[in-house]
């Protein structure tokens, strides 16, 4: 296993709509064990292929307490969303350190393959469906800020894009 690089916003990479996965073969199975690596690593509840620049229709999420409840959803579709919605507060690890609210569905069902290929249901709601519904938007290359106003948001591209000069220049100076 290998812990993978997570594109950070605003990088272009990460508005890259991402295609069906094929195959779940060997290569994907090692590009699962590798970005559970790294969403473990990193305390994230879920992660996107696209989140580390596969632009392939794979999410990975675990709201288990315990973190030893991976899901992994390949191929996902959302086949019914409650009209109920709520305002959650979500966070990105591709956007480390911001929080918002966004609007989404409190109930969702959705079809996927599973990490041996096999056809399943999900029917989640709560934080599962709010991370499914995160992770689903990244695979058609949106980030949640998004979702924000457009001052927000500019406000978090300026943030981030400093975080990143400072960190570079960090790194050419140790
Ligand atoms: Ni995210």
Redesign the pocket.
């Known amino acids: 296993m290998a812990q993978l690089t997570i594109l950070c916003y605003p990088d272009a990479r990460l508005h890259t709509v991402a295609k069906p996965v094929h195959a779940v073969d060997t290569r994907i199975r090692s590009l699962i064990a590798d970005m559970l690596e790294t969403m473990y690593e990193a305390k994230g509840i879920?992660l996107a292929a696209t989140?580390v620049n596969v632009h392939e229709r794979l999410v990975l999420v675990d709201v288990s307490e315990e973190r030893n409840e991976p899901m992994v959803l390949i191929n996902p579709q959302i086949t019914w969303a409650s009209a109920e919605k709520q305002v959650g507060e979500e966070g990105?690890?591709?956007v480390p350190g911001i929080y918002d609210g966004v609007e989404r569905s409190l109930a969702i069902k959705v079809q996927a393959l599973d990490g041996e290929g096999r056809l399943r249901e999900i029917a989640a709601e709560g934080l599962l469906a709010v991370c499914i519904q995160?992770?689903m938007d990244?695979l058609m290359g949106k980030v949640?800020v998004e979702y924000l106003s457009p001052l927000k948001r500019n406000r978090i591209k300026t943030k981030m894009l400093k975080v990143q000069r400072d960190e570079a220049r960090g790194n050419t100076t140790t």
Do not use: T, V
């Open positions: 879920g989140q990105c690890l591709s995160h992770e990244h949640f």
